[in-house]
């Protein structure tokens, strides 16, 4: 955990997403990266010289046989306030419209509905879960699907809604997300998602893993060719 904190940190530093006396919300799907996301802020309040603090909320989709009991749990225990959102996201992609292309409207739909839901709060900060690996992944799947150069930002201001996202997993590999997950037991939710295994982030990864057998660190190249260029709004404030 210290190591995992140790890399939020700097994060968060490096791109200045936290200010004193910020509410955070932290975008809980029950993965590893956002359970992870969760303890870490979590752990860092407790002595981060700026002060603040966490909700977490999950969207419950209607995708059969997932139980956030745990995570409810988890959050009491961390004394963490926790508020759950029903949206029918997966009868309107999976049953009424049974995309060909699911995980682009169900994004789009989640975005809307988080968005929405922290409004209601009197929100303004999400903190969501991507890390490292997902950042090589956006990239590639830009490029190869889209003919486009682009990725999420570290931090991206939604000027339509007045909503702030923070990515404060930036800085951690998926694998050692997943180490620290099952170090730290965390309450993971076993996503029941139809689409899980063929998307095209799937497909993606995969290509980079089997790239990786002949060109070594082809992630940490790309990741740090996105940082170095920089890309619109990767630029570290104390660089600009």
Request: net charge neutral; aromatic share 8%.
């Amino acid at each position: 955990m210290q190591h995992i904190l140790g890399l939020v940190r700097r994060c968060i530093e490096d791109y200045d997403m936290i200010h004193a006396g910020d509410t955070i919300a932290v975008g809980v799907s029950g993965g590893k990266d956002s359970m992870l996301t969760l303890a870490a802020l979590a752990r860092l309040r407790e002595f981060y010289p700026v002060p603040f603090s966490i909700i977490a909320i999950t969207l419950e989709m209607g995708i059969p046989n997932m139980d956030f009991a745990p995570v409810a749990d988890y959050c009491a225990s961390l004394g963490v306030p926790y508020k759950r959102v029903a949206v029918p996201i997966y009868q309107i992609v999976f049953e009424e419209r049974r995309e060909k292309n699911p995980c682009a409207l169900c994004a789009k739909m989640r975005r809307g509905a988080l968005n929405t839901a922290l409004l209601e709060m009197g929100l303004s900060t999400i903190a969501l879960g991507h890390h490292y690996d997902d950042a090589a992944e956006t990239f590639l799947m830009n490029l190869v699907f889209e003919g486009r150069i682009g990725c999420f930002q570290p931090v991206t201001y939604l000027d339509r809604m007045g909503v702030t996202q923070i990515r404060p997993l930036l800085y951690v590999r998926e694998s050692e997300a997943r180490a620290a997950a099952a170090r730290l037991a965390l309450p993971v939710v076993e996503s029941h998602c139809p689409a899980d295994g063929s998307s095209r982030r799937e497909e993606v990864k995969q290509l980079i893993a089997e790239l990786e057998q002949r060109y070594p660190n082809l992630s940490k190249k790309i990741f740090g060719a996105v940082q170095r260029y920089p890309l619109f709004g990767w630029e570290r404030p104390h660089q600009k």
